[in-house]
T-cell receptor
Framework: GAVVSQHPSWVICKSGTSVKIECRSLDFQATTMFWYRQFPKQSLMLMAT?????????EQGVEKDKFLINHASLTLSTLTVTSAHPEDSSFYICSATGGHPKQYFGPGTRLTVT | GENVEQHPSTLSVQEGDSAVIKCTYSDSASNYFPWYKQELGKRPQLIID?????GEKKDQRIAVTLNKTAKHFSLHITETQPEDSAVYFCAASIQSGGGADGLTFGKGTHLIIQP
């Protein structure tokens, strides 16, 4: 149980384009989903918290107009990186929780912006 | 906001020996402390967690201890095996009845098990 999937697993895009990443909870209803970013050999940094049906809460320093988050259902959240630039290249990982503290992570999406 | 410090950054132990990783946190309101194991290029996997109303928790070879007064918690792995080699992250968050907060992670410990 508690399986979280992400799609795509990796993506390469050109500078200035937008990329959408999907995060799904496969066997439970995720009341809250989180988006993290992880640079190579570094820790995970929380970007935003997303509750189903409401606006996401962004961490300080994360541009909400650049990283658009939608949590339209209890099993799906999406992160859209708009007008991507090379410095946005990173490993993006989502996690989901079903109303208890344990967070289960997706496999991550490696974004490379050329 | 919360700040989590983790030590050491790298830990090398002989197979069969014990490994201890230590973390401190800054926000006394934090009440949930999970530990994750991450292998290269893969997702973090929850290996054990502890809430602030408990001082110690054990699951087979893995144990976590929490000292709320000192704002300090530790991961203990006994009888280490080669498959324990990975990066381990501690984290902290505030959990309330109204919902879950995001995790603040430590910088990670690269655990190397020497055969």
């Amino acid at each position: 149980g508690a399986v979280v999937s992400q799609h795509p697993s990796w993506v390469i895009c050109k500078s200035g384009t937008s990329v959408k990443i999907e995060c799904r909870s496969l066997d439970f209803q995720a009341t809250t989903m989180f988006w993290y970013r992880q640079f190579p050999k570094q820790s995970l940094m929380l970007m935003a918290t997303s509750n189903e049906g409401s606006k996401a809460t962004y961490e300080q320093g994360v541009e909400k107009d650049k990283f658009l988050i939608n949590h339209a259902s209890l099993t799906l959240s999406t992160l859209t990186v708009t007008s991507a630039h090379p410095e946005d290249s990173s490993f993006y990982i989502c996690s989901a929780t079903g109303g208890h503290p344990k967070q289960y992570f997706g496999p991550g999406t490696r974004l490379t912006v050329t | 906001g919360e700040n989590v410090e983790q030590h050491p950054s790298t830990l090398s132990v002989q197979e069969g020996d014990s490994a201890v990783i230590k973390c401190t946190y800054s926000d006394s309101a934090s009440n949930y402390f999970p530990w994750y194991k991450q292998e290269l290029g893969k997702r973090p996997q929850l290996i054990i967690d502890i809430r602030s109303n408990v001082g110690e928790k054990k699951d087979q070879r893995i144990a976590v201890t929490l000292n709320k007064t000192a704002k300090h918690f530790s991961l203990h792995i006994t009888e280490t095996q080669p498959e324990d080699s990975a990066v381990y992250f501690c984290a902290a968050s505030i959990q309330s009845g109204g919902g879950a907060d995001g995790l603040t992670f430590g910088k990670g410990t690269h655990l190397i098990i020497q055969p």
